[in-house]
C-alpha cells in the first residue's frame, strides 16, 4: 500500500512538473511570438515607405531559410533570440512590395487589416481549441510531413509556369498547412512538452 502511494506520489509530482514546464514554454513562446510580429509589422511598413520591390524568389530562398538555419544553429543562446527577431524582419520586410499592391486598390486597406484581424482570430481560435479540449493532435504529424512536399514544390512550379489558380491553391494550402502546424505544435507542448525550446516553437 505504501509502495502504491508512494509511486502515485512521484506520478502526480512528474505531472505537475511536466504541466508547470508546459505552461512556462506556452507563456514564452507567446510572449516571444508577440514581439516578434509586432517587429514583422514595422519592417513591414519600413519597406512600404521605402517603395521596396519585390525580391528575387531565389534571394528570397536563400535569406529565409539561411536565417532559419541560423535559428536553429542558436536556438539554445541569447543569440536565438536575434536570430529570430532578424528572420522575422526579413519577412516582414519581404511583404512590403505586396502590401504595397494592395493599397493601390480603392478597398486595399480594408483587405490588409481584414487579413490580419483573420489572421489573428485564427490563431488564437485554434490554440484555444488545443488548449482546452486537451486532444491530442498528434496525428497530424505526416499530413504537415506531406503537406511542406507538396507545398515546396507548387512554389518551384509557381516560379517556371505563370498559372494564377496555381498561385490560389498555395496559398489555400498555406492557410491550411498553417491552421494543422499550431493545432500539432500546442499539442505536443501540453501532451508530450514535445518543444522545450520557445524559440524554435515561435518560428515553428
Known amino acids: 500500500m505504501a509502495f ?7 506520478t502526480q509530482t512528474h505531472s505537475s512538473v511536466s504541466s508547470a514546464s508546459a505552461n512556462k514554454v506556452l507563456r514564452n513562446t507567446y510572449a516571444l511570438l508577440a514581439m516578434t510580429l509586432l517587429f ?3 519592417t513591414a511598413g519600413a519597406s512600404v515607405a521605402m517603395g521596396i520591390q519585390q525580391m528575387n524568389i531565389f534571394v528570397f530562398f536563400i535569406g529565409a531559410y539561411g536565417l532559419m538555419f541560423l535559428v536553429h544553429k542558436t536556438a539554445n543562446s541569447a543569440v536565438g533570440l536575434l536570430s529570430t527577431f532578424a528572420f522575422t524582419g526579413f519577412m ?4 512590403g512590395p505586396i502590401i504595397s499592391a494592395y493599397l493601390t486598390l480603392p478597398n486595399g486597406g480594408a483587405l490588409i487589416m481584414n487579413a490580419l484581424a483573420m489572421t489573428g482570430l485564427t490563431f488564437i481560435g485554434l490554440s484555444a481549441v488545443a488548449l482546452t479540449t486537451k486532444k491530442d493532435f498528434s496525428f497530424l504529424s505526416n499530413f504537415l510531413m506531406a503537406g511542406a512536399i507538396v507545398l515546396i514544390l507548387a512554389m518551384v512550379a509557381g516560379i517556371f509556369f505563370n498559372i494564377p489558380a496555381l498561385s490560389l491553391m498555395v496559398s489555400a494550402g498555406f492557410v491550411l498547412f498553417a491552421s494543422a502546424a499550431i493545432l500539432y505544435q500546442t499539442s505536443e507542448i ?3 512538452a514535445g518543444e522545450t525550446n520557445y524559440i524554435l516553437a515561435t518560428v515553428t
Open 40 to 42: 514583422s509589422a514595422v
Open 4 to 10: 502504491n502511494d508512494s509511486n502515485m506520489a512521484r
Open 190 to 192: 501540453v501532451h508530450r
Open 92 to 95: 516582414g520586410f519581404t511583404l
